[in-house]
């Protein structure tokens, strides 16, 4: 079975402030993908980023970067210069490679970016 | 590219009342949709998973008959909540796989909007 663990959940930080929000995963699974998407107030889901087992570099999307440390576990995301708009929840996910390809989801941490 | 459109957006009905909600691919053909329910301030359950022209697979706990579950064309499923009840408020969210959006050679789901659901 796959787990994702978000132990904050709730994050405050100033604007143009870089913030990190965890996420720590457990799976047998010998290959999977890790994910983290953006939900603000109106509902939708928004992917920002994308992170897979065998990557040997570190995904990075714009201000946004996966701190992967695959023995750890650990999947966390940073967010450099932080903005106003980035004030939401955020959910890290991840699902298998191979087979059944849903995604599971960590409970969430709701990022509030103070100006 | 990419887009999922989820409908209604919101709904409200009186209790024992069916309601249908759609999840459309508009620009992608979708082989498989995941529906998903949010509770406040939660995090996001999956329901079930359904491919074009099968029956959904359910997620343990998830009552087959409570919600029907319907994948007719690659880019429409619907989620019917039959009898509805005030406990099945909530915010039910669809999202949609298909062969197009790869990132890092990974298929990455589109979301639909998601539709609020409030039972009188």
């Known amino acids: 079975a796959q787990k994702i663990t978000q132990t904050q959940p709730g994050m405050f930080v100033q604007e143009k402030e870089a913030v990190t929000l965890d996420c720590t995963y457990d799976?047998?699974?010998?290959?999977?993908?890790l994910f983290w998407y953006k939900q603000p107030s109106s509902g939708e889901m928004i992917f920002l980023i994308y992170?897979?087992?065998?990557?040997?570099q570190n995904a990075t999307e714009g201000r946004y970067s996966l701190n992967f440390q695959k023995a750890r576990k650990s999947a966390n995301l940073v967010i450099s210069a932080s903005q106003l708009g980035d004030s939401a929840m955020y959910f890290c996910?991840?699902?298998?490679?191979?087979?059944?390809?849903?995604?599971?989801f960590g409970q969430g941490t709701r990022l509030t970016i103070n100006p | 590219g990419a887009v999922v459109s989820q409908h209604p957006s919101r709904v409200i009905c009186k209790s024992g009342t069916s309601v249908k909600i759609e999840c459309r691919s508009l620009?992608?053909?979708?082989?498989?949709m995941f529906w998903y329910r949010q509770f406040p301030k939660q995090s996001l359950m999956l329901m079930a998973t359904s491919n074009e022209g099968s029956k959904a697979t359910y997620e343990q706990g998830v009552e087959k008959d409570k919600f029907l579950i319907n994948h007719a064309s690659l880019t429409l499923s619907t989620l019917t909540v039959t009898s509805a009840h005030p406990e099945d408020s909530s915010f039910y969210i669809c999202?949609?796989?298909?062969?197009?959006?790869?990132?890092?050679?990974?298929?990455?789901?589109?979301f639909g909007a998601g539709s609020r659901l409030t039972v009188l």
């Open positions: 992170q897979g087992s065998y990557d040997q």
């Open positions: 799976t047998s699974d010998p290959s999977y993908g």
């Open positions: 996910a991840m699902r298998r490679i191979q087979g059944a390809q849903k995604l599971v």
């Open positions: 620009d992608f053909q979708a082989t498989t």
């Open positions: 999202s949609a796989r298909g062969p197009g959006r790869l990132v890092s050679g990974a298929n990455v789901l589109t």
